[in-house]
């Protein structure tokens, strides 16, 4: 199987790359192949384009790679409440780049959504829930699932995963961030206490490879099956290395209007044979083991993220 993953640069698309080594790949991301820690040493066909400015360019690669399947996973995603901020970028990369992609494929494409589309909700939501976005972030997302589905086009399948993390994951992210202040023992502010949904990217990654394989159109939530509350994961985090939540964190205010709980239902795929298989407590041993074995890159990198039109 020939599988061409856009946003390649990120851990998520690498995280897939990693999982079906064993097939012909190519990837497609913005960034320049990034350091050990979050590269993880991985070396495959990676090529570099902005699928925006670039769209033409990386298209032609697209062609001559002749895949069998496209997934994309390129969003602006970094920090949700910069959609508040950088709408029109959200939409052109999260919203057009999609519709571009559908225009001119020529073979099956599973597009990455988000679960932010639903909202905050106290059950377990079904792909058959009202939309219910919070940001311009979530409507960006939702809006390119929307034209997707109006193609009624049998070989798009949409993914809308629950948050995911995995080693190589960016700095600025919750379970890194608290990685990496066990490391160094300075503390990470903690802002609110939403829930969500932790997934394994590997769990991500084995959902998509059983929906490409049963080229099953669609929309499939895909997520872990219970939430946990933000405190929850740094207190796991914090266990790992011996060590208590307070002393890596310092519990602020949460933001305004900020969702309380996204939690979705993955029957569906469930149905097909997909299941979550690493337990949160595994995962969070997985997350620190990363961060000991990367110490000494990782405490000289920024948790900052810029913003990139």
Not at 19 to 38: A, T
Not at 76 to 87: D, E, F, M, N, R
Not at 179 to 202: C, E, I, R
Request: aromatic share 10%; with cysteine; hydrophobic share 40%.
């Amino acid at each position: 199987m020939r599988v061409v993953i856009l946003g390649a640069g990120g851990c998520f698309g690498q995280n897939l790359a990693m999982y079906l080594k064993n097939h012909d790949l190519m990837g497609i991301g913005r960034s320049q192949v990034k350091q050990e820690p979050y590269s993880l040493g991985f070396d495959w066909d990676y090529r570099t384009y902005h699928l925006i400015a670039q769209f033409e360019e990386a298209w032609g690669a697209i062609q001559g790679f002749k895949p069998d399947v496209i997934v994309n996973f390129a969003a602006h995603a970094g920090l949700v409440p910069q959609s508040w901020i950088y709408p029109k970028e959200f939409y052109t990369t999260n919203l057009f780049l999609p519709v571009n992609i559908a225009q001119r494929m020529d073979c099956k494409y599973v597009h990455i959504g988000s679960s932010e589309v639903y909202g905050s909700n106290v059950f377990p939501v079904t792909e058959d829930a009202p939309i219910k976005c919070s940001s311009p972030y979530a409507v960006s997302k939702a809006a390119a699932d929307l034209h997707l589905m109006t193609l009624k086009d049998e070989r798009i399948t949409i993914v809308r995963p629950s948050n995911c993390y995995c080693p190589g994951q960016s700095l600025h992210r919750l379970i890194p961030r608290a990685v990496l202040a066990a490391l160094t023992g300075k503390k990470m502010p903690l802002q609110g206490n939403p829930s969500k949904s932790y997934l394994h990217a590997d769990d991500l990654s084995a959902a998509i490879e059983l929906l490409i394989n049963e080229h099953t159109p669609g929309i499939f939530n895909v997520g872990a099956d219970h939430p946990s509350s933000i405190h929850k994961i740094v207190e796991e985090i914090a266990s790992q290395f011996e060590m208590w939540t307070g002393d890596i964190a310092e519990i602020t205010e949460g933001r305004a209007n900020e969702d309380a709980c996204f939690w979705i239902d993955s029957t569906k795929i469930k149905q097909m044979g997909w299941k979550p298989t690493i337990e949160l407590r595994q995962g969070m041993n997985e997350m620190a083991e990363w961060g000991k074995k990367y110490k000494d890159q990782l405490v000289n990198m920024s948790t900052d993220y810029l913003m990139m039109p």
